[in-house]
């Protein structure tokens, strides 16, 4: 307990120090792989309607001409949430960057759509945000229609697939209207329909490079005070770390005696 409220002391005072040095209101949308559950399952963290409150509460509470720095680390989440922040994001008119340390999928790349400018790591990623019906992809559901006949199809497979024709619609349309008067129209329309209409798999990485190539705003020079701020969020640890490693900076000479444990 008093580990964790140092760390929540010193994310604060990391928060309060790169908000001076950039002039701009800094939120962080973390999320970890949350303690074991009772059958030793992991219990995972997604962006759901309280981050959504949060996150708008703490625009709101930005002035109008204060930029916005949201740091994203997240597997995704319900479309509702993340089209709620997008769009509070997306109205905020103070200018508006999203950082990405590591990754930012699915829900969270619809967030990324929203601001100004995405900034990623190196070795960061995005994520198409086509829908997912239960189990099933969207665009995976419509293209057994058309490949069987009707009357081969039951009726389940029929209403999931009405159902996947107006998600992907719907995200479409929400991605559109995220990027109208940022981008030209076509391009709009174009990255609109590329990233909902199922190109890809749904966990499919889109790097600095592939974002760039697809016409995002997006730059690679993360400053390094946000992946120290990652770092104040730190994985529960397992019994049997996963990743070891000497937590200093490795140059040719020099060695150090203490080994770190991660995961």
Known sequence: ??????????????????????????IVLVHRQESMGLLGFPIMRYIDVTDSEEVLRAIELTDPQV???????????????????????????GGTRVIVPHYAMSGGTLIALAADEIIMSPHAV???????????PAASLLAVLEKKPLSEVDDQTLILA?????AVQQLQDAIYELLGGRYP????????????????????????????????????????????LMALYPQ?????????????PRHREGTSRSAHKGG
């Open 185 to 228: 129209d076509e391009q709009a329309r174009h990255l609109a329909q590329k990233l909902s209409e199922g190109h890809w798999t749904h966990d499919y990485p889109i790097t600095y490079e592939k974002a760039k190539e697809l016409g995002l705003r997006v730059r690679c020079d993360i400053p390094k005070e946000f992946l120290h």
């Open 67 to 93: 930029p916005i720095d949201l740091v994203l680390h997240t597997p995704g989440g319900l479309v509702l949430a993340s089209l709620q922040i997008a769009r509070a994001l997306r109205r905020h008119p």
């Open 162 to 166: 009405d159902v996947a024709r107006k």
């Open 236 to 248: 529960p640890v397992r019994h049997q770390p996963g990743v070891e490693y000497l937590p200093i």
């Open 126 to 136: 995005l994520g198409p945000v086509d829908p997912q019906i239960g189990q099933y």
């Open 1 to 26: 307990a008093l580990q964790r409220r140092m760390l929540e002391w010193e994310r604060q005072r990391w928060i309060e120090r790169i908000e001076r040095q950039r002039g701009s209101r800094l």
